[in-house]
């Protein structure tokens, strides 16, 4: 699965070259456009009113509207319900407190994403996948978080493999193990997830204004060698820009301010989707 | 005086095996605690996102009750932390 990870200051144009991205890129193969953003507004974009979290919008593009609460709340349910039937009530009374808190910790909500985000690698449903990302701190989770968690693994799996032989040396009769089993699959999934995400391709977007530029700068020194920046979109051009442009970019498109909002099936849409396919290899 | 030969080794082998088990028995449990405490960071207020996946283990684990105990209610540093959020329990 190809992935293109998109970003960039609030308002800049995220959503709106996200959703193009992916019409152009359902003319080569089957798309899901995932948004990332608390603040959905796919649905907006493709003028759709239809409810649900995942709608097919043609024949080959899908858009995915997370509920990150419910996700959440999900997530923390199935995990609660599992401790309630394998301890006993007085150890599940205990650990039930801190599952219903993290249950409700919009901390938590960037570390769902990117459950949802590797589950959507793993499955492999789709050719591509696009992310309408929601901050730059958000992209910077998702491109450390494999590297993080793996080590975070292969420190679980050593401490296991110590105790499990050390059990079974001073002989204490326990079952099945089924502790290392677990931690095996979910290090090889991430392994899995770390090598789609590093081949991701990274689209920045951005206006065209100093302010904007210095932002930029910043934010991609951030993600230096985490991801790969494939291009740079600086969208909504009108007459006058900036000077000073000095970064580092394979690719840069420039996409003119429009008089109206460029939608899905818009006129203007034909020339933003022209600009977006010289990106395209 | 053979027999008692014996016995005395077995004895012998029997406490140095004693002492050997027990304690690979506390290191065991002392690997075992480690994770679990590694699991409840995030309550200790140390932003930890390794804890929020790895609370998928928390069911597979041996959990003493002992030990949760001792880790989360005795010293009220947590409870005292959790106060601080509305409707945490
Ligand atoms: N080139 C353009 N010309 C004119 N309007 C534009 C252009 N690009 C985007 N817009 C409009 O600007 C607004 C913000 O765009 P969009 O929603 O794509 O940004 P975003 O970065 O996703 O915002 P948010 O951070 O809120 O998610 C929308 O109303 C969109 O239609
Ligand atoms: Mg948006």
């Known amino acids: ?281 | 005086m053979e027999k008692i030969k014996e016995w005395l080794k077995g004895f012998l082998k029997g406490a140095f095996e004693d002492t050997l088990f027990e304690s690979l028995e506390k290191e065991a449990t002392e690997t075992q605690e480690m994770l679990l405490t590694l699991l409840f960071l995030n309550f200790a207020g140390l932003e930890n996102p390794f804890s929020f996946y790895l609370f998928e283990l928390l069911p597979y684990m041996e959990i003493n009750e002992h030990f949760l105990r001792r880790m989360l209610f005795k010293e009220e540093r947590l409870p005292v932390l959790f106060s601080r959020f509305e409707g945490w329990a």
Do not use: C
């Open chain 1, 1 to 281: 699965m190809k992935i293109y990870l998109v970003g960039g200051k609030g308002g800049v144009g995220k959503t709106t070259i996200a959703g193009f991205l992916s019409i152009l890129l359902s003319e080569r193969g089957d798309v899901l456009l995932l948004s990332t953003d608390l603040a959905h507004s796919l649905k907006d974009f493709f003028s759709i009113k239809k409810k649900g979290k995942r709608i097919k919008i043609r024949p080959s593009l899908w858009i995915f509207e997370p509920d990150i609460e419910k996700a959440l709340k999900n997530y923390i349910g199935d995990i609660d319900k599992k401790v309630r039937e394998n301890f006993s009530p007085t150890i599940y009374e205990d650990i039930k407190p801190f599952l219903k808190f993290s249950s409700q910790d919009p901390a938590n909500y960037d570390l769902v994403l990117f459950n949802i985000l590797s589950n959507e690698i793993i499955r492999e449903e789709h050719d591509f996948m696009v992310v309408d990302t929601a901050a730059t701190a958000q992209i910077l989770k998702f491109a450390t978080l494999p590297d993080r968690l793996l080590r975070w693994y292969d420190l679980l799996i050593k401490w296991r493999k110590k105790y499990v032989a050390m059990r079974e040396m001073a002989k204490l009769n326990v079952g099945e193990e089924k502790f290392l089993p677990i931690l095996l699959r979910k290090k090889e999934k991430m392994e899995k997830v770390k090598k789609e995400l590093a081949q991701a391709d990274f689209i920045w977007v951005l206006e065209p204004a100093r302010l904007a530029f210095d932002e930029t700068e910043k934010a991609l020194k951030n993600l230096k060698g985490k991801i790969k920046l494939s291009a740079l979109v600086m969208n909504k051009v009108s007459g006058k820009k900036p000077s000073v442009f000095d970064f580092p970019s394979p690719s840069l498109i420039e996409i003119p301010l429009f008089e109206s909002e460029p939608l899905a099936g818009s006129p203007e849409g034909e020339k933003i989707s022209a600009e977006l396919k010289k990106i395209l290899t």
